[in-house]
Structure formats: structure tokens, C-alpha cells
């Protein structure tokens, strides 16, 4: 089993419609978490990091069930700009992040 | 000011030969990192130093070794550059956290990345 995993999509989506993705962890002394956004040809970025009661970032929404050991990302009202890959990072721990491989979103006119 | 800059930005080589991408953060972090990114698109670390010192070594080739002059500087050597090698390399940065992580400390930046494609 990978260390985390995502769907890697695309999800094709029109302007302003809402999408989620979750994404799974294998270590479950993983204690924090985050969601990074890269684009096309360029680096990863942080994008919100996600707290144990969950989280909104204006259109962004994180959660986390630890029993389940899964992660969450909402976007509400996507707009074009939203076109990316969103990766799922865990810290697991002597200073290791370690990414999923991402989930591309597309958002279409 | 770029917070993160690593060079060359592209490099393209043939098999065998030896090449080194050289990394430099202005942030004050302590702690550096190389990651690869391969062709599909998969981040997976491959070092991090703490202040000079090795802390991760994710069982990446002995072709590769890094070094840390530094606690602002972290270059890449390959040595016997192999078609396999070629992928996106990222130096990043943060600072040091903990086991269990900090809030805020655990932020990584990345440098724009080093695309290198071994022919």
C-alpha cells in the first residue's frame, strides 16, 4: 500500500460547481497534514494545512477523520484559476513529508 | 528577492556523464531538501539536511550525493547520469519541526525546479 494516496483524476468540472477530493494515509502516527497546489510546469505550493476539527480557507474547505485515516479537500464555487494538481502531504514525522501523487482538476468555462 | 533558487533550470545530458544542480535559500531555514519528481508526476524525497547534517536518506543511488556547505546552500552531484534519472528535481526548504510537526514550521518551499533530461 502506497504511504498516501489519491485519485489521480482528472475531475473535469464547469465554473462554479463544488468538488472534493479525499485522499488516504498508511502511517497512522501521521500527525499533520497539509494540501499543496502545483501547476503546470511549476513548483509545489502550499495551500492550506489541515487541523483535526477541519479548516476553511474562503473557498476551501479541509478535513480530517483520523479513524479512517483520510484527508479531505472541498472547493466550493470553482472558478478557472482553480486548474491544477492538488497533492496531499503528510509528515510523518524525523522532518518527512511525503506526497501523494496528486489529483489534477480542471475547471471548464 | 526568490526565496528558493536552484540552477540550471533545464540541463539536458548523455548517459554517463556527470552533472550537479546547485540550490541556495534565502529564507534562514535551517533545514533543505532535495525531492524528484518523475515523469508521472510522483514527489518523492530523496534527502534533507538540518543545518549541514544528513538527516534523510531515502535510499536514492550512491550516484547522487549531496552536499551542504551551508545551512543556506544544498547542491545535488550524479555521477554516471542514467536514462532513469531524468525527471523535475526540487530543492526546497523549511524549518525544522518535529516528530509530530509544528503548525507553520512544517511549510516547505520549493525552488522552480531543475528539469533534467539524460539522453
Known amino acids: 500500500r502506497k504511504e498516501v494516496e489519491q485519485d489521480p483524476g482528472p475531475f473535469n468540472v464547469p465554473e462554479g460547481a463544488t468538488v472534493a477530493f479525499n485522499c488516504t494515509y498508511s502511517?497512522?502516527?501521521?500527525?499533520?497534514f497539509f494540501w499543496y497546489r502545483q501547476d503546470c510546469r511549476k513548483e509545489p505550493k502550499l495551500l492550506m494545512s489541515v487541523y483535526s476539527s477541519g479548516n476553511e480557507d474562503g473557498r476551501f474547505t479541509a478535513q480530517l477523520n483520523r479513524a479512517s485515516q483520510y484527508i479531505s479537500l472541498l472547493i466550493r464555487d470553482s472558478k478557472l484559476s482553480d486548474s491544477a494538481t492538488y497533492l496531499c502531504?503528510?509528515?510523518?514525522?524525523?522532518?518527512?513529508?511525503?506526497f501523494g501523487t496528486g489529483t489534477r482538476l480542471l475547471v471548464s468555462p | 528577492d526568490t526565496a528558493v533558487s536552484q540552477t540550471p533550470k533545464y540541463l539536458v545530458t548523455q548517459m554517463g556523464n556527470d552533472k550537479s544542480i546547485k540550490c541556495e535559500q534565502n529564507?534562514?531555514?535551517?533545514?533543505m531538501y532535495w525531492y524528484k519528481q518523475d515523469s508521472k508526476k510522483f514527489l518523492k524525497i530523496m534527502f534533507s539536511?538540518?543545518?549541514?547534517?544528513?538527516?534523510i536518506n531515502e535510499t536514492v543511488p550512491n550516484r547522487f550525493s549531496p552536499k551542504s556547505p551551508d545551512k543556506a546552500h544544498l547542491n545535488l552531484h550524479i555521477n554516471s547520469l542514467e536514462l532513469g534519472d531524468s525527471a523535475v528535481y526540487f530543492c526546497?526548504?523549511?524549518?525544522?519541526?518535529?516528530?509530530?510537526?509544528?503548525?507553520?514550521?512544517?511549510?516547505?518551499?520549493f525552488g522552480a525546479g531543475s528539469r533534467l533530461t539524460v539522453l
Open positions: 539536511y538540518n543545518n549541514k547534517e544528513l538527516i
Open positions: 526546497a526548504s523549511s524549518q525544522p519541526f518535529g516528530d509530530m510537526g509544528v503548525s507553520g514550521a512544517n511549510v516547505l518551499t
Open positions: 529564507l534562514g531555514h535551517d533545514t
Open positions: 502531504v503528510v509528515n510523518q514525522g524525523f522532518q518527512k513529508l511525503v
Open positions: 502511517n497512522s502516527a501521521s500527525q499533520s
